[in-house]
Every structure is written in C-alpha cells, then in structure tokens.
C-alpha cells in the first residue's frame, strides 16, 4: 500500500519522477507497452503537461498478496494540449481504478 500511495502523493503530485525508479521494476509494462519506470513517468508527465496543477487523492487502497488496487480522483486545470485537444481552461474531475502488482517492493504490472 506505501508503495503505491507514494507513487501519487509523492511522485506524481510533487512532480518528484525521480522517485519512479524506486517505485517501478524494470520490467513494468506501461499502458502503451514501454518499458520500465519512465513508461509510467511518460504518461503522468504528459498529463501533467496538459494539466499543471493535477492533484490525485487516493480514494481507497486495498491489499492481497502481492496486489494493491486503488481507487483515486483527480482533478486539475486544463492548461496545455491533451491528446488532441486544445487548452480549454476549465477544470477537470477525472475518478478511476487501478489494480498494481508488486514484487520486491517495486510495482511490476
């Protein structure tokens, strides 16, 4: 659960990417199938990109095992380009769900 809270509260609210490796196996497989901590770091930085002030609050986190799934919301001004939208200005809410693997302390899946 540590782990994974930092990941949000730490790393991605304070901008802090360089606790990523840290955080991330080599062997993580981000959302667009890259490899290794800077997957991940690649997509928080892209939206925080798009939205400066992005704010992630953990909602719920639960563990089983080697499991820890998170249930989050986040919000942030719409300030730069996002996937093929223009800057709008306005806020944006966004909640969802997220189930991590860990081994050896590091997420891995």
């Given at each position: 659960k540590r782990v994974?809270?930092?990941?949000?509260?730490?790393?991605?609210?304070?901008?802090?990417?360089?606790?990523?490796?840290?955080?991330?196996?080599?062997?993580?497989?981000?959302?667009?199938?890259?490899?290794?901590?800077a997957a991940f770091?690649?997509?928080?930085?892209?939206?925080?990109?798009?939205?400066?002030?992005?704010?992630?609050?953990?909602?719920?986190?639960?563990?089983?095992?080697?499991?820890?799934?998170?249930?989050?919301?986040?919000t942030g001004t719409?300030?730069?380009?996002?996937?093929?939208?223009?800057?709008?200005?306005?806020?944006?809410?966004?909640?969802?769900?997220?189930?991590?693997?860990?081994?050896?302390?590091?997420?891995?899946?």
């Open positions: 994974v809270r930092r990941v949000f509260e730490e790393a991605v609210n304070q901008g802090r990417f360089e606790l990523l490796p840290e955080l991330f196996a080599a062997d993580y497989v981000g959302p667009q199938g890259d490899r290794g901590p770091g690649a997509v928080m930085e892209s939206l925080r990109r798009a939205f400066p002030d992005l704010t992630y609050v953990v909602d719920d986190v639960l563990a089983e095992g080697d499991r820890v799934a998170l249930r989050w919301t986040w719409h300030r730069g380009p996002f996937r093929t939208h223009a800057p709008t200005g306005r806020v944006f809410t966004n909640t969802g769900m997220a189930v991590h693997q860990l081994r050896d302390g590091r997420i891995i899946g």
